[in-house]
Nanobody
Framework: QVQLVESGGGLVQAGGSLRLSCAAS????????MGWYRQAPGKQRELVAA?????TYADSVKGRFTISRDNAKNTAYLQMNNLKSEDTAVYYC???????????????WGQGTQVTVSS
């Protein structure tokens, strides 16, 4: 029904920057929340940032990461600056979507994109 495609991951040195993109497509009536989670090896998936009418950030990324969205393109972005080795993880995009005017909100996930920060 709804597909989320992430892009922009890769390998970067500590202190560098990356910009992740997440494009939503398919049966979309409206998108409520878009967000980014990450999961490092051996750790639980954690919320990084989310955006609806406002924004929310994990304490560990405040002041370094910025989430934004382009509603016309159904796309969310995560600008990551001053990256640290502990930011290394697979980053997943998520969106809470209403697929038609009569449907309830549903949550969808992307396939994930690897971010590796070398120290």
């Amino acid at each position: 029904q709804v597909q989320l495609v992430e892009s922009g991951g890769g390998l970067v040195q500590a202190g560098g920057s990356l910009r992740l993109s997440c494009a939503a497509s398919g049966s979309i009536f409206s998108i409520n929340v878009m967000g980014w989670y990450r999961q490092a090896p051996g750790k639980q998936r954690e919320l990084v940032a989310a955006i609806s009418s406002g924004t929310t950030y994990a304490d560990s990324v405040k002041g370094r990461f910025t989430i934004s969205r382009d509603n016309a393109k159904n796309t969310a972005y995560l600008q990551m600056n001053n990256l640290k080795s502990e930011d290394t993880a697979v980053y997943y995009c998520t969106a809470t979507v209403q697929t038609s005017y009569r449907d309830h909100l549903q949550n969808f996930w992307g396939q994930g994109t690897q971010v590796t920060v070398s120290s």
